[in-house]
């Protein structure tokens, strides 16, 4: 079995602890937090140990892997050492907020064999997924459009915000990731605009918006158009849908259950839609796990990996050029 230690015992990285103890491939070597209270707490509720550091992880002879669910700022770092200490990653997004912190990283994990796995988990939704393979099966013909809405059930926290690098670099970039896996080839040109109409004093404030849209186009012609909103007062609304030449196919919202009611009053009500990110894509992320699994038991290529975590950021910079000077950017102006 493969021992994968978790680096971060925040809300996700608990998660993904959980989900690694119950694996029937993987084992949970242990956990580190540098809230030491936070990790006591998940080592308990495990049974795992609980690092001391994460040198002391990385030094383990029964760890073969990181998963770091840490924040942001140390990402880059923690994937460095874990390569050079010859551990298999699976790293949440982003890999940083800057773009040359993200070029640095790369040049400094060149040539490693080891796999190097992103945390875009709505790739392994299977709904998501479907539409992928709708497409590569050309049951609608020639790509033309893909609309991907991605709305939050509320504000974060203002101190997440104020911390997140922006709606672009923190929320869109899942959007950005999915955008490539949806079309199929790299993106030429981003158009993105946005506003501030949900807490316009904090957006003011952080030189952000909690509004989006964004166009992205290939180089043959492909659009994608991405939505995006802080707030939806009805739930997490994640769908994607991709049009061609010969029908379209689609990837809807997950509702609590499946029931629909109809009355004299009302028609196609529905239960409300599942609760934010880990209830949403709660598959996804056991599926995630498996494939980063299957990457190390069987040499098999990771599904997302650093790159796609790299030029996902790309995207996002190219956004917040066009957002900010009210032009299309081209992704060779980003580099």
Do not use: W
């Amino acid at each position: 079995m493969i021992g994968i230690a978790v680096l971060g015992t925040g809300r996700i990285g608990r998660m993904h602890a959980e989900n690694i103890a119950a694996h029937p491939r993987a084992r949970l070597a242990g956990v580190y937090d540098i809230n030491t209270s936070a990790a006591s707490e998940v080592a308990a509720k495990l049974a795992v140990p609980q690092f001391e550091s994460v040198e002391g992880a990385l030094a383990a002879s029964d760890v073969d892997a990181v998963l770091i669910a840490s924040s942001t700022a140390t990402h880059a770092d923690l994937i460095e050492q874990a390569v050079e200490a010859g551990k298999a990653v699976l790293c949440e997004k982003p890999i940083d907020l800057s773009l040359d912190r993200v070029n640095e990283c790369a040049t400094r994990i060149a040539g490693t064999r080891l796999p190097i796995m992103l945390g875009f988990v709505r790739r392994f939704d299977s709904g998501h997924a479907g539409v992928r393979k709708a497409i590569e099966g050309g049951r609608i013909g020639d790509l033309h459009q893909v609309i991907i809405t991605s709305r939050d059930p509320g504000m974060a926290p203002d101190a997440y915000i104020e911390a997140s690098g922006g709606i672009f670099r923190d929320m869109t970039i899942h959007d950005f990731d999915m955008a490539r896996f949806i079309l199929g080839e790299d993106v030429a040109e981003v158009t993105a605009t946005g506003s501030r109409l949900i807490d316009p004093a904090l957006m003011a404030r952080c030189d952000d918006f909690d509004t989006v849209t964004a166009v992205l186009k290939t180089s043959t012609g492909k659009q994608a158009i991405i939505i995006n909103s802080r707030r939806a007062v009805y739930g997490y609304d994640q769908r994607v849908e991709a049009f061609g030449s010969a029908g379209m196919v689609i990837s809807e919202n997950r509702t609590r259950d499946h029931t629909r009611h109809f009355t004299v009053d009302f028609t196609d009500s529905a239960a409300p839609l599942k609760n934010f990110f880990i209830d949403r894509y709660a598959d996804a992320f056991a599926a995630e796990i498996s494939a980063f699994v299957d990457a190390i038991t069987h040499g098999n290529p990771v599904p997302v990996g650093f790159e796609d975590g790299r030029q996902a950021l790309i995207l996002a910079e190219a956004a917040i050029r066009s957002a900010a000077e009210g032009r299309p950017v081209a992704i060779r102006e980003i580099g």
